[in-house]
């Protein structure tokens, strides 16, 4: 894939380009030291990806994105920290704090084939297979972002045509159906508990009987969350010997 850095240090590109030597699947096709430079660039060569640098003289790497009709994938690097829920929130691939690790970079790259992996297998009508505990995703509501592992949500309650999604204290609306869901989550770790919820199996805290054949789950959040007395049949299917 073709790639262009845009950073107002030089020593920060030539470090970079370095350290991209040791990935064959990435060409550095051009660098620029400043935004406007890079939006001409990146307009005339249009490359499959962008190392951008945030903090640049007189534009930063989000006027850049902002500009642009069309973006490339982006991976920022920038020796700061605070700019990451922005950075997600703007769909960038990976954040890299400066002095950019080898590991890390390698990472980012790995992240970026395997999307590009899946996008193939989408537009070739082939099924995704279902994401685990530790698939990262993007979640979004009004201006608040996260990048949160799957493995740290523990539920998903049904609201309209939206999906609430349950981690450490938040509970951000996302528009997706819970059918959609559960299409993409692993059945061996989410569990449809009945209509309005899915939830995260390894988050349980407590199993009583319920109402007409059913079954209450309290989960370490503190949620309690009735099983349908069809899905019980299933739940102690799938959690027996």
């Not at 262009?4 to 550095?28: M, Y």
């Not at 989550?185 to 009945?194: C, H, I, K, S, V």
Request: proline share 3%.
């Amino acid at each position: 894939m073709k790639a262009i850095i845009v950073d107002d240090e030089r020593l920060a590109r030539n470090e970079l380009k370095k350290l991209l030597q040791e990935h064959a699947s990435v060409e550095v096709i051009d660098e620029a030291s400043n935004v406007d430079e890079g939006i001409e660039k990146i307009e005339r060569l249009n490359p499959d990806l962008i190392f951008l640098d945030i903090q640049m003289p007189g534009k930063t790497g989000f006027d850049l994105l902002a500009e642009l009709e069309k973006s490339p994938r982006v991976i920022f690097t920038t020796a700061y920290d605070e700019y990451a829920l922005k950075a997600f929130e703007v769909n960038a691939l990976d954040y890299l704090l400066k002095p950019i690790e080898p590991k890390r970079l390698t990472d980012a790259i790995c992240k970026l084939q395997d999307e590009l992996h899946r996008e193939k297998a989408e537009e070739a009508g082939i099924n995704r297979g279902p994401l685990t505990d530790e698939d990262q995703v993007f979640v979004k509501d009004g201006e608040r972002c996260w990048f949160v592992k799957l493995g740290e949500i523990r539920l998903f309650e049904s609201v309209g045509n939206y999906a609430k999604v349950f981690f450490g204290t938040n509970k951000p609306l996302i528009l997706k159906s819970l059918n959609a869901l559960e299409e993409r989550l692993d059945e061996r770790t989410f569990f449809r508990a009945n209509r309005k919820h899915i939830i995260n199996l390894r988050w349980i805290e407590r199993i009583e009987p319920y109402f007409n054949g059913g079954l209450l789950l309290e989960l370490k959040g503190g949620e309690k969350i009735e099983v349908s007395r069809r899905q019980t049949v299933k739940f102690k299917e799938m959690m027996s010997l």
